[in-house]
């Protein structure tokens, strides 16, 4: 930033460069509104990032987040960004053993062949069907929330009566859970593989009575109006480097290297200080977005914090030479992990973590499920790893609290590392050690990430990827007309924890910079 710069009064500083306050900063800068960002880090992008973490490998891994369902297309289309998704060809294989043989459930494909892989799991068509019903339900649900996203908050009275579908309503604001897994679902595996979405990054059984699980699921199957998880074409960093390259040609400064310090309001204007490498700086603002935890915004106003936030996953990425064969003779691998490749996630499984876990004890069995970006884009590769068949692996591990790392966060994370690939390699025809790539060094091709981990690098309070318990979709005491408020009128949460926040989205920031515009059109 040039050095007088911090004497200019903007219309908006926006504290943290991650995809949602760069959402924010386009937004605004293309509405005519002087925008400054301040990213304490050398880069922007935040958790939703391309990097090469292998020494001398030229794979670019989305090393953070890695999927996109959440991302309305409205902000693709209103940015004009350069952004691109595929889809899955498969949704997901859950391998098992039935009657001492291997087998599994793969999901894709196509109508019949699901049919088929039901059938041949199950041994008749009573599953399938209820998959069919219940998946209608949450796709009926679906095209009538996500368009809601962007929208003011509406009411809780307002959204059930767009839903107009009291089971749905019942199945999913109200009811655990688990009350319909269990209702409308009878094979074990079938029951886990429906739950995993109530629980990805959200520690929480299938009946807890906070309904944490439900807020989790519902964001897991909205996404888009359908609830499809994509792949983002080049890696999650082409999102940001798209949005980055669209809030700068608007004209927004973006500036790596300033670490927001502190936030000073009157409700009217405010000053951010800063800090960089050669001292303090100041720069005022009539409007104020941090893209950071509501602890962070806590920390920066003086306000008092929220209840502290808990993460609760295991981050695994991995190159490998080739894919594993698998047990399961009926299966290609370039299918099963194409799309979400399910372990240890039967439905008594996932109880059975979480009690563990809830115990203060790491889950004998960790579940976890795995999914191979380049199948789907080979373009993260080099050329030469791509002709050579390599493929990416990444990992995400369930109910791994935060607190069970804190007595040494290195060594039970090469426990539950061990552990967990002991799982996979339960299902594998050869041990997945035998497939992974070693970097320039000779190391093998493998990093995991604990909540721990998130936090000291990305500061995630407590390692919490939605920086606090995901909310409900609509209006609340306290949360304001578009979810984004503060109890500052010109200072506004544009980050993961806003209401509709979590997930790589840009809705928080969208929803910011609306209600900027509004203040001062």
Known sequence: ?????????????????????????????????????????????????????????????????????????????????????????????????????????????GEERTREAFARLTGGEREYQAWQRFYGMTTRVAERVFPTVTEPLPSRDELRRRIDDETAWRTLFEEPIGVAVEENFADDLVRGVVLTDALIGTFADAHDPSLAQNRCFLYHVIGGGTGAWDVPVGGMGALTDALAAAARSAGAVLATGHEAVRIATDGRTAEVTYRTADGEGVAAARHVLVNASPQELAGLTGDPAPEPAEGAQLKVNMLLTRLPRLR??????????????????????????????????????????????????????????????YQTLTLFGLHTPARLFDRDNDAVREELLKSTLAQLDAHLAEPLTDCLATDADGRPCIEAKTPLDLERDLRLPGGNIFHRALSWPYAQEGTGRWGVETPHANVLLCGAGAVRGGGVSGVPGHNAAMAVLEATA
């Open 1 to 109: 930033m040039p050095a007088n710069e911090h004497t200019r009064t903007y219309d908006a500083v926006i504290v943290g460069g991650g995809h949602n306050g760069l959402v924010a900063a386009a937004y605004l800068a293309r509405a005519g509104r002087s925008v400054l960002v301040l990213e304490r880090l050398d880069h922007t992008g935040g958790a939703a990032i391309s990097t090469r973490p292998f020494a001398g490998v030229d794979a670019r891994l989305s090393r953070y987040s890695y999927l996109v369902s959440l991302l309305p297309q409205k902000i693709v289309r209103d940015l004009g960004l350069d952004f691109r998704v595929r889809a899955r060809t498969i949704s997901s294989y859950t391998p098992a053993e039935r009657d001492g043989r291997p087998t599994g459930l793969l999901v894709g494909g």
């Open 328 to 389: 399961d003779p009926a299966v290609d691998p370039r299918e099963a992990f194409a799309g979400t490749f399910h372990i240890a996630e039967g439905y008594r499984q996932l109880a059975t973590a979480h009690a563990q876990a809830a115990a203060g004890e790491l889950p004998a069995v960790p579940p976890s499920e795995i999914y191979c970006h380049s199948l789907t884009d080979p373009t993260i590769l080099g050329p030469d790893l791509a002709e050579r068949g």
